[in-house]
């Protein structure tokens, strides 16, 4: 494997997986990285594919390569924000190389057969949808997080809002992102209640300035976002249940 | 009630409020909020007038109210700078609404009488005064907490100066501000000793660019500075006595 | 002693004397000041010249003064970074004055025969030489100092680079600073093993541009800055040796 790409988008990638889990087993092919992945507690999945279009070079064959993704985070932190990073593995080796600007770490790859297992990603047909701006979402589940550990998200197509739940003791809180700041008008209508601390960890880790939101009445969310023109990922997360 | 605000105002409001302490019984009338509060340990107060002038909208009858603080602090550290901040309280509720830019909090209110209740302002006069800027002020308390928990402040009016005294074992800090700083001139003399945890609380909470310092031989310090054309608020601040 | 000196020139002499400890005992003569300081673990040396020429005013006796450095940095962090400091002793007084923009410190001296004795300096006469761009190397220190507690620092005059090697458990790393980057082309050849603590200590200390890093097989590293035209420092550094 034989591959260049900015650290721009390399980041994006590494952050978004490490807001599901630390390792993971990514399945290489000619025409890029695909990995599904599912967090320790079974509540969160990521599918994300990175596309050969998305990096400066790329000549891979098909393997299947395990990576610690904190340790990886950790090494290109020293890389400029927009450095090309070379990321190789010679034949045979069990070591992935990578380099940026006079550094050439060497890191072991993990057995991908100790990673996790993906697991088969359900088919879900969510009936609403609305496209937001990834900055006023998440400041919306910042804010709910001072209150609570979850929050009711519902999307309402007559009213044309996305509004947000969420209460503690003496306080509620009610965000409702209008069309004034919408991307797209929302489509369908859902509700559902969810854990903060998956949304936190994920809407942090999309820098892309648009998402996308599928849900349903009780049902997962779906959260999906671009990394450029060719790549994206997708993140499913289950309702918790009011009991 | 029903009341708009600019956010830099409520926030400079409630920050020298927390100056002194976390909840506030405060007087509400058609002339604007009204408090006098004291610290729990009985020796710092702070008497403020938020006029109504001081908001964008402002209707209210007569009451009592009583807030936590802290949490609305927290509640409006999600606007923005410059937002206008919607206050109400529906009538016969026991509930702030606290709105602005989509985000609509719901507030349990404290009871009044549960509140620390204000206690009567004693009424001095004292012989020194001198306005100075408040970053000038602040900059010396923060260079004599790292020696001390106390300092000795002196205004000086025939040397024109400010001046402060403060020691810690093997080092001694003589701080001055003079006539090239100060706002205005010194008048009359005064010396005494405060406690630096309380002084370094009220000047950070001042976010206006003057203040106006009164004090006497050995006795309390009186902070004053503006909030705005219409609006102040008065600190007053027990001396130490050197034992 | 009177004397008076620019925040930056001051603060990075006492930053440097502080990455080897925290209490001097300075020479003083007519010429400026003088330091030869070993740290307590008898690792790493620091050999400082403030020429009077660096001062903005200087006029001195011959003597002999002890500092605690870490009180005087905290004290003159309340300077502005090219604020003028006065540091002065009064004839026969055991207090240094520091002295600046209305702050007025006396600091009392320590006796300098508390102060751990200077070393005699070896005599080194070191193969290889090179001057890199301290932000360089201090960057590729950091990095390393994530993966383990030491690094490899080689000169190689042939390749035209300083290298380092520091490896962990399943990774190493390999950083090369070029000609595109380096100040100077090696001169002779070395390699060597040193502390990455010291180093990082030694390397943030250093703000002036250019580092002249000299070393040996397995013999000690010197790292020598320029304060200004007039005056500069030497860091000596045992090397350690692989077990």
């Known amino acids: ?75 290109i932190s020293a890389a400029g924000k927009n450095d090309i990073i070379k990321l190789s593995i010679e034949e045979g080796s069990s070591k992935l190389k990578v380099a940026f600007d006079g550094f050439e770490y060497e890191v072991a790859l993990l057995d991908p057969s100790t990673v996790k297992q993906a697991p088969r990603i359900p088919n879900l047909d969510l009936t609403a949808q609305v496209c937001v701006p990834t900055k006023e979402i998440y400041t919306v589940i910042k804010a709910s997080e001072k209150l609570e550990d979850h929050i009711c998200i519902t999307i309402d197509s007559a009213k044309q809002i996305l509004s947000t739940l969420s209460a503690k003791e003496t306080t509620t809180l009610n965000a409702e992102i209008g069309m004034d700041k919408l991307i797209s008008a929302p489509i369908g209508d859902g509700k559902a209640m969810y854990s903060l601390d998956y949304l936190a960890d994920i809407f942090k880790s999309i820098k892309n300035k648009e998402t996308t939101i599928k849900l349903d009445s009780d049902k997962p969310i779906i959260i999906e976002s671009q990394f450029d023109e060719y790549s994206s990922s997708s993140f499913m997360l289950a309702p918790r249940i009011e009991s």
Chains 1, 2, 3 share one sequence.
């Not at 494997?1 to 390792?23: C, P, Q, V, W, Y």
């Not at 599904?36 to 990096?55: G, R």
Request: charged residues 30%.
């Open 1 to 75: 494997m034989k591959t260049e790409i900015n650290n721009s988008i390399l980041s994006e990638f590494i952050g978004r997986l490490r807001a599901i889990h630390d390792e993971a087993r990514i399945n290489v092919s000619e025409t890029g990285f695909e990995i599904k992945m599912i967090d320790p507690a079974n509540v969160a999945l990521i599918s994300i594919e990175l596309s050969s279009q998305s990096f400066e070079s790329f000549s891979a064959d098909e393997s299947e390569i395990g990576i610690d993704l904190e340790k990886l985070a950790d090494y």
